[in-house]
Structures are given as C-alpha cells and as structure tokens.
C-alpha cells in the first residue's frame, strides 16, 4: 500500500452516500469496526462509553458497531468489564449510550456475542458457569474445562440472543450485528475444526450453519421486519490467522446462504487485510465475494487507513497511516457497501471528518497505548 492521499471530492464523493439495510439508512458509508475496550466495570456501560461513541458518530461516522456485548446466557463472557446485554442496569447503560449516538446524529447497532470454548470455567462474570461449545474443543483442538452442548443448551443461547435482539429494538437501537466472527461461539459451530459432532449441527458446511441460521431466524423473529439484522463472521480466528471456514466460493455460498435465508439483512466479513483477493482468479475481497455470493449488503474491514500488520499492532507495535485510494475504488465499483474502520478511528476519534473533508494530513498514525483510555 502506499501513502499517497486521494482528492478530498472523491473521498467526499464515494464515502458521503447514504445506504439502506433493511429499514435502516445510513447517512454515509463510514462504520466503526467493533473493538473491544472493557471499559464497563459490572457489565454496565456507563457516561464515558456513551461519549466514547458519541464523539465519533458526531465526527461523521454514519454507523457505530459497538464492542462486543453479552448476551444474557451465564457462560457467554469472560470478563466483568465487557459490557453486557441484558439486566436492568446494563440495558438502562445501553439506551444513554443509543440517545448519545443519536444525538450526535450517527445510528447505531449492539454487536450481541457469546465467547464459547474461548472461555475457561472460573472466569467472571459467572465463575462457576461451565465453557459450552459444539463438541467441547478449543480452537487448537484440545479438550478445554468446558463441555460440548446439549438441546437444552442451543435452546437456551438462541432464546439468549432473541431476547437481546428485541431489547435493542425496545431501548432505541438500529439494528443489531451477530458476533459469528474469530473463533467465539457461532463461528465454532461454523468451522469444522472445532464442530465435531455427529447430530444435524456438525458434517457438512450447510449442517454447521444450522445454529447460526436458527439464532438468526430467532432473532428475526423477535424484532420488526424493518430492523436490521448483521452478522458477522471471518475465515481466520484468534491465534489461528491462517484458518478458513471455506476454500471456494461454492464452499462459502453453502455457508452464507442458509443464514441468508434465515434473514440476515447484511454480511461483515471481517479479514485483516481488505485490500487481499480472498480466492485464486480474483480480485475480490472477502466482503466483496459474499455480496457477489449472497445479493446482501456487505461491510468489509481490515487495517483501513492504516499500514502496518494487525497482529504486530495489537502486541504493541503502532501502525502509519495508509492509503485509502483502494478502499475508495472498491467502493466506487460497489464490491461492497460499508466500511468499518477500526484502530484508525480508535486512534483519532475525528477520524471520518479529516477523511471527508480531505484533511489527511492531519490524520494521526495509530499507538498502541489508544487501547488503555476511552479517549
């Protein structure tokens, strides 16, 4: 990538127009990728997170994508100070936070997550709740402190998931996005490294969509036809970057295709690279082939703004400021719809104004020492 800045009108242009999901209009196509902060002591997102948000959303972002929040199942986090979606409290947290972002004239949609076989038994909020996930393994494929999951068990985390669902439509949410992403729970029944079973939830790539497909048509189900309902999902996972779910495109549609069908009004295929061909003999991206593969909208995310390796970053190491012309060009031929701008935008909270007026000069080149305020 290089580090050459485009005109200011063709920034302005190409990221200023407006897109529908569903029911749902975004005034431009700048997001803010989920990241999560741990931030809210309890569970419970307090003034600061609201203003978090808010602060970009007045700086131009058309759509925040909150961190990860847990939906109410007793083994879905791993940490007291990752938000929560469900008690009193939280949700009460939660509708100041929406009131904000709106205020500031941005939307805004929860990411509702369950962490899986990530989590360890004896890790807050609920220490003596067992780590549950398809077959009982860790992403290296090792038998963790946890168990594999029973009816009772899928039952309880799709009712976990709708209701969280229809209490962002209640307190004033957009939408909602469906953590399916880096290895947590939905995506460890997506992969066939860590979805051994042998019931109708485990074999093929259509049979280990089946929970996902069942969480989303729960969650249809729960809210307003007109609200919109994201999932997102990715090949690599945590500590195991070279991981994919498919290796074709057919591979992939037998994937995206159920959830679909089960009403997923837009897909965000998070890689961390966007700029990478995801399969041989083309130039699309990953988000690019589920538009192509799906007829959905899509999000494509991954080092936006930035030039320096996601991983290194995140261990310390700062990044420079990178080009947008590629990203202006996939958007000016529509491979997708949104962009969702992470450590950029964690970095420099004015970062989609600078970008839409064409000040990039001004923009700050990401720290790693970002993560440790709520700047």
């Known amino acids: 990538m ?46 600061d997170v609201a203003s978090y948000y808010s602060r970009r959303a007045a700086a131009g972002v058309g759509l925040i994508v909150t961190e990860g929040t847990y939906v109410g199942h007793e083994s879905a986090g791993q940490s007291d100070r990752v938000p929560r979606f469900h008690g009193g409290e939280q949700l009460a947290g939660w509708a100041k936070v929406a009131e904000a972002v709106h205020a500031a004239g941005g939307t805004i949609v929860p990411q509702l997550w369950h962490v899986g076989m990530v989590r360890e038994q004896g890790e807050p909020p609920y220490a003596d709740a067992p780590a549950v996930g398809p077959s009982g393994l860790r992403l290296d494929g090792t038998e963790g402190t946890g168990r594999a999951m029973t009816r009772s068990d899928l039952d309880d985390v799709i009712g976990a998931f709708a209701a969280a669902a229809a209490d962002a439509e209640r307190i004033g949410f957009d939408g909602v996005e469906l953590h399916g992403a880096h290895g947590y729970l939905l995506d460890q029944f997506l992969w066939a490294g860590t979805n051994r ?29 007109e609200f919109p309902v994201i999932f997102r999902y990715s090949q690599w996972k945590l500590d195991a970057y070279e991981a994919r779910l498919a290796g074709t495109p057919e591979e ?6 159920p959830l679909a069908a089960a009403g997923v009004d837009a897909f965000h295929a998070s890689t961390r690279r966007y700029w990478l061909p995801e399969f041989d003999g083309s130039d699309l991206n990953l988000a690019g082939w589920t538009k192509k593969l799906t007829g959905r909208p899509t999000l494509t995310v991954g080092s936006v703004g930035l030039d320096g390796d996601f991983v290194r970053a995140f261990a310390g190491e700062g990044a ?56």
């Open 2 to 47: 290089t580090t050459t800045a485009p005109s200011a009108s063709r920034a302005a242009e190409i990221l200023s127009r407006p897109v529908t999901l569903n029911g749902l209009t975004v005034p431009n196509r700048i997001a803010m990728a989920p990241m999560t902060r741990m931030f809210s002591p309890g569970g419970v997102p307090g003034e």
């Open 197 to 225: 079973r042998t019931d109708a939830y485990g074999g093929d790539p259509v049979a280990r969509a089946k929970f996902a497909a069942e969480i989303v048509a729960a969650v249809r189900e729960a809210v307003s036809a």
């Open 252 to 257: 992939l549609e037998a994937i995206l295709a």
């Open 320 to 375: 420079a400021v990178g080009s947008i012309d590629n990203l202006l060009d996939r958007l000016e031929r529509d491979e997708f719809d949104l962009v969702a701008v992470g450590r950029a935008l964690l970095q420099d909270p004015e970062w989609a104004a600078k970008v839409l007026e064409g000040r990039f000069t001004d923009l700050a080149p990401y720290d790693v020492a970002s993560l440790k305020t709520l700047s």
